[in-house]
T-cell receptor
């Protein structure tokens, strides 16, 4: 299984809602990533988890809260978002072993904030 | 800090024509280089990667790329473009790894294919 799955595929939420994005991989990877991608732009790194610990937070607003419950699962909890947070949210994983530097990306969740 | 430059924002080619997408990187050590393709509304698909060894790497869908250290380049090529190749192409560079591993993307090149 060389797949990263993300649910839901699409999400529409109001600014007062609380929702969560889910990412899962069963490749035994120990590093997992959240990216945000606006239209016609490259992905921007948000968070990195390494061995289930948060290792990088790219100064992301606190209305985005990541969680890594176990080595296969990564969540992104959303609360009080703004319309400008509408974007494609991509999850990725990497083995974490030295010299193995390929990231596998999921299909993304298309988020619309009204 | 590492960086990637894709000089061409938009390229248009005719179906069947050859293609070259340019990518220049900046990184102090040996880079790990990637080309990803993204169709509208989709995630990123890895076309090919360079870690070490042969500087000409073959990827999926008939793409290849050549690593030229002296020019800090990793250009993507395809001898004959198909209409289905129309998409956004991202070049990316990664640092050496570990817990501070970071993948940096270029701004992308949008490929349009004319029939």
């Amino acid at each position: 299984d060389t797949e990263v799955t993300q649910t839901p595929k699409h999400l529409v939420m109001g600014m007062t809602n609380k929702k969560s994005l889910k990412c899962e991989q069963h490749m035994g990877h120990r590093a997992m990533y959240w990216y945000k991608q606006k239209a016609k732009k490259p992905p921007e790194l948000m968070f990195v988890y390494s061995y289930e610990k948060l290792s990088i937070n790219e100064s992301v607003p606190s209305r985005f809260s990541p969680e890594c419950p176990n080595s296969s699962l990564l969540n992104l909890h959303l609360h009080a978002l703004q319309p400008e947070d509408s974007a494609l949210y991509l999850c990725a994983s990497r083995s974490g072993l030295a010299g193995n530097n390929e990231q596998f990306f999921g299909p993304g969740t298309r988020l619309t904030v009204l | 800090a590492q960086s990637v430059t894709q000089p061409d924002i938009h390229i248009t080619v005719s179906e069947g024509a050859s293609l070259e997408l340019r990518c220049n990187y900046s990184y102090g050590a040996t880079p790990y280089l990637f080309w990803y393709v993204q169709s509208p509304g989709q995630g990123l698909q890895l076309l090919l990667k360079y870690f070490s060894g042969d500087t000409l790497v073959q990827g999926i869908k008939g793409f290849e790329a050549e690593f030229k250290r002296s020019q800090s380049s990793f250009n993507l090529r395809k001898p004959s473009v198909h209409w289905s190749d129309a998409a956004e192409y991202f070049c990316a560079v990664a640092n050496s790894g570990g817990s501070n591993y970071k993948l940096t993307f270029g701004k992308g090149t949008l490929l349009t294919v004319n029939p």
